[in-house]
């Protein structure tokens, strides 16, 4: 029975690099302050993950559409979503080794008290003789508020416009396009999927905590009066078992509602639904009810009506919205690290990515038995050249079977199919299964349906 260990956050980053699945960025130049590139196989298990919600959350479901809207938005939108004046995190900086920290964060880990937002409290508790987690000195500078926005300039535009920090933003100034254009009615949702850029203070833990990073958001348009408690629990529900069909376990995942003092004051409820990392829980989804502060605040910046008129109540009003949000690096982080084992074998070790075959960057690796056999080679390539039309298939020649099992257990890939020298006479294949290690003998012929039903 496979035994799970614990796992180091370096033991995952190691492994990744080393794997193909996630390298530190422009490295060789030194790299770029924490920020990292998806190998091969890493922009493989994104991109699966990202289509796994798609489908979830877009295709599967007549109340939801989607969109993509830039990156580069109308500054004033920014205005308007309170994201130029308050979007800040707490900095302080250790005067003795001249280390940077968010001020919450360090106050948290040295007296277990959540101070987010209050910049006096944080300054008092830390000049009192908190010791700096790094050099142990106690010497604190202000803690003062910095901006998350990153600034840049476009060519025609009078003053600055921003990197978005967040995907809602496009959904909220298209909002009157797509009911104009789309004749969808309350309760409806729109979904995107892409970059969002905050310039935290420090990023940190691998891909937990980036500058540079993906969001899957929706905003779901509800109608003022409705009964929304039950749709927020169902929201929070499918947030969980979207996590379970990537592999998180349900043990893993805890919910944290998010204190009433500390909420915004238009939301009436906003639940995180976090997963245990090898450092310990940290946010992985947001849910929250926010009123209908963000479709006001834009109508008001913007001049423009952004009413809806409800053909079943006859009534006009400004939707409220329930706002479900994921990062989708932390899904990846969240699916390498519950995916990650390393087994004792009778013939030794191995490591293994149990993916479920949905997420798995190859689904099919294809070795000949020898790569100096011209006709196991032939036969190899025509059944990948098959097998590639359906499936993300890998071709492996290198080395003794035994190591290329070893290679795609690593990289979590579910079949392996090795053609031999009994191919060539009985049209048939070995496929070898990822966690069960048992073979089985398979007709050429059969071996697409064969698989389609395996990796269901
Ligand atoms: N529109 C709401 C919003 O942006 P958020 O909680 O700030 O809410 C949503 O971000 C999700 O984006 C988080 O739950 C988290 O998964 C992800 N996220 C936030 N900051 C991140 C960062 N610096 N690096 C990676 N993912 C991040």
Not at 52 to 74: A, E, S
Not at 290 to 318: C, E, I, M, W
């Amino acid at each position: 029975m496979a035994e799970k260990k614990e796992t180091a956050m370096d033991k995952i980053v190691s492994f990744c690099k080393r794997r193909g699945l996630i390298f530190p960025t422009s490295e060789i130049y030194g790299g770029l302050a924490n920020s990292y590139s998806y190998g091969p196989y890493g922009a493989e298990l994104k991109n699966n993950i990202k289509k796994l919600w798609w489908k979830k959350f877009v295709q599967k479901r007549p109340d939801i559409v989607g969109m993509d809207g830039p990156i580069l938005l109308n500054s004033k939108l920014w205005e308007a979503s309170g994201h130029l004046a308050g979007f800040n995190d707490a900095l302080v900086d250790c005067k003795k080794c001249k280390k940077r920290f968010r001020a919450d964060h360090v106050v948290k880990e040295l007296t277990g008290e959540d101070m987010e937002g209050e910049l006096e409290k944080m300054t008092k508790t830390l000049q009192a003789g908190l010791k700096c987690p790094e050099c142990g000195g106690s010497d604190w500078t202000e803690v003062k508020n910095m901006s998350q926005m990153f600034k840049t300039e476009m060519n025609g535009v009078d003053g600055a416009v921003y990197l978005r920090p967040e995907t809602a933003g496009a959904i909220f100034s298209d909002y009157k396009n797509v009911v104009d254009s789309m004749r969808v009615k309350v309760p409806f949702g729109i979904a995107q999927i892409g970059k969002a850029f905050r310039n935290e203070i420090v990023a940190r833990n691998f891909i937990f905590r980036i500058r540079e990073f993906e969001q899957m958001e929706i905003e779901y348009f509800i109608e003022p009066d409705a009964d929304w408690e039950p749709l927020f629990d169902k929201w929070l529900d499918e947030q969980e078992d979207f996590a379970i069909s990537i592999g998180a376990k349900k043990e893993d995942l805890r919910r944290y509602e998010h204190p009433k003092a500390k909420l915004s004051h238009y939301s009436k409820k906003t639940i995180d639904t976090e997963y245990n990392f090898p450092f310990g829980f940290g946010e992985l989804f947001g849910l929250a009810h926010r009123g209908d502060f963000d479709l006001t605040q834009h109508a008001k910046f913007s001049g423009q009506s952004l009413d809806y008129f409800d053909p079943v109540a006859n009534k006009r009003y400004v939707p409220h919205v329930l706002e479900p949000t994921v990062g989708l690096d932390r899904l990846v982080l969240t699916a390498i690290c519950a995916g990650y084992f390393e087994e004792k074998l009778e013939d030794g070790e191995r490591v293994v990515l149990r993916f479920p075959s949905a997420v798995a960057p190859i689904k099919v690796a294809v070795f000949p038995l020898m790569k100096n056999k011209p006709e196991l080679v032939i036969k190899a390539k025509e059944i990948f050249g098959s097998l590639s039309e359906e499936f993300m298939c890998e071709f492996d020649d290198n080395g003794n079977v035994g190591k290329r099992y070893r290679r795609q257990d690593e990289i979590g890939t579910p079949y392996c199919v090795t053609i031999d020298f009994e191919t060539l006479n009985d049209q048939a294949v070995t496929i070898r299964d990822r966690d069960t290690m048992t073979q089985e003998r398979i007709k050429v012929a059969e071996l697409k349906n064969y698989l389609t039903e395996k990796l269901k």
